[in-house]
T-cell receptor, first 111, second 116 residues
């Protein structure tokens, strides 16, 4: 079945450093979404990417969708303590609404 | 207030008992989902439903059952056959806008289930 892996599993950075998490799917995705879950909370939608090779930016966050629509990345520039949380990617295979979430990357930012 | 309501927020279950987690949405979404999250882990798909009166198994459906008799409701029953049910359960929904489009998933606040 479809699997979605993320690396790294954990990342500790000093405030102001950059951070990147990578998402890899075993199958081609129709689209990919990114979510952030704060400790004790529920996942909250950040962005969706649909087109092959698409790049989107939200302030300090940059999202990319691979050409083959099987991988994606999230890059945060100059992390802040408010960026703390777990970042998940989620994707569905072509022709399905079965959204599988990645394993997540837990980010800690040290002030 | 529009959104997804899960209840109860905390639930304790004795071994051998079935329990049902409620999920209601007033977003007029066609698709609904149940995910399980273990502490420090990712989200695993239990069941999903694209339309009323239809649902599909996810990756970890064993020991769980669902129904989708109404568009706004998607209750999850954790049966005694689920050997390790202690976890955080998240209900979610999305517009089924077409499988080649983005379908933002909105989550409820979650339900903590503990087996005692």
């Amino acid at each position: 079945g479809q699997q979605v892996m993320q690396i790294p599993q954990y990342q500790h950075v000093q405030e102001g450093e950059d951070f990147t998490t990578y998402c890899n799917s075993s199958t081609t995705l129709s689209n990919i979404q990114w979510y952030k879950q704060r400790p004790g909370g529920h996942p909250v939608f950040l962005i969706q990417l649909v087109k092959s090779g698409e790049v989107k930016k939200q302030k300090r966050l940059t999202f990319q969708f691979g050409e083959a629509k099987k991988n994606s990345s999230l890059h945060i520039t100059a992390t802040q303590t408010t960026d703390v949380g777990t970042y998940f990617c989620a994707g569905a295979g072509m022709g399905t609404y079965k959204y599988i979430f990645g394993t997540g990357t837990r980010l800690k930012v040290l002030a | 207030d529009g959104g997804i309501t899960q209840s109860p927020k905390y639930l304790f279950r004795k071994e051998g008992q079935n329990v049902t987690l409620s999920c209601e949405q007033n977003l007029n979404h066609d698709a609904m989902y149940w995910y399980r999250q273990d502490p420090g882990q990712g989200l695993r798909l239990i069941y999903y439903s694209q339309i009323v009166n239809d649902f599909q198994k996810g990756d970890i459906a064993e020991g769980y059952s669902v129904s989708r008799e109404k568009k706004e409701s998607f209750p999850l029953t954790v049966t005694s056959a689920q050997k390790n049910p202690t976890a955080f359960y998240l209900c979610a929904s999305s517009i089924a806008a077409g499988t080649n489009s983005g379908n933002t998933i909105y989550f409820g606040e979650g339900s903590w289930l503990t087996v005692v």
